[in-house]
Structure formats: C-alpha cells, structure tokens
C-alpha cells in the first residue's frame, strides 16, 4: 500500500495526527496531496520525520506540514524503530 493511502486511510478512521517518518519529501508531498483532494487535510496534523537535520529546516519551511520531527537526529538517543502500517 502507498504511503499516501495510509495516510488517507488513518485519517478516515479518526487518527488526529499522521507522522510520515520516511525522511522523504516526496512522501510529504504525496501525503498532504492526498489528503487534501479527500478534504482530511485540515482535520489532522501533519508531522514529518526521518533523518531530519538542522539544515533540512528552512527547506521543510515550505512544504505543507504542521510539525517536525528531530529527536533521533539532534539527541542520537538508542531507540527502537518501528514502523505501523494500518490495515483494513
């Protein structure tokens, strides 16, 4: 499944925010894309993630999301990467 189905998918069902953590714009593009040609787009937040940098931010600036996501790339804590794909 598309990332950008997933997303339109999660936000059918009630999600209020969906994270798109593949560090790819193109993803966000498609994503607030598809979400906004199915009129969810104002109803959930939108958060990006993945490998996010200082430098990237000015650059995010433009693109059509609500939050960022930096912990993993500013604090380089240990974590456990998981990744949820929502299903029917």
Do not use: H
């Not at 925010?17 to 937040?45: E, F, H, N, P, Y």
């Not at 931010?57 to 380089?76: H, S």
């Amino acid at each position: 499944m598309e990332i950008q189905t997933e997303a339109v998918l999660a936000a059918q069902l009630g999600v209020s925010v969906v994270m798109v953590d593949t560090g790819s714009i193109a993803d966000i593009r498609a994503c607030a894309a598809s979400l906004t040609q199915v009129g969810l787009r104002s109803k959930v937040k939108l958060a990006f993630g993945g490998g996010v940098e200082l430098s990237d931010l000015p650059k995010l600036q433009e693109e059509d999301l609500d939050t960022v996501d930096m912990g993993r790339a500013i604090l380089d804590a240990p974590l456990l990467d998981l990744r949820y794909d929502v299903q029917n």
